[in-house]
């Protein structure tokens, strides 16, 4: 299983165990999505941090301030990109045919490994929204005070 088979995996465990029901469509789907929003958001604050800090702080500006003028386009053009990085992951994981294979192959491994995968699933979504905030404080915190 790949890993964000195993966010769907993680979410579908923690839905059995907590609500001990079985859920034949959990939001592991929404979370591969936020997961993968996080990680774009993630690399273009790495970018940002990185001209931050070899004193190429104009450029940066001069990016906020072209989306700034062109107001509404440049907000609405981030949205959608975002949107359709969120939607890609509907594309690969959202039909109920690929949630039930993906369920069914989890549902034979051994128990351990059904742990192991499904907290690899949750590493790498909580890690994925960990790193976005940390990359975000950064980027926050270097553009209010250092520039």
Known sequence: MNIFESVICHDYTVVRTHREILAVKTNGVHMVGLAWVCNVLTLLGLGIIYLLMTNQGSDVYEILALIKYWELAGRLGILIFLAIV????FGAYGGKTIFLDIIRR????????????????GRYFYLSLFSFFVVAGVVVYLMKYVY
Do not use: C, T
């Open 86 to 89: 969120y939607f890609m992951s």
């Open 106 to 121: 989890f549902s034979k491994l051994e128990e351990a490994e059904k742990h192991a995968v499904a907290k690899r699933g």
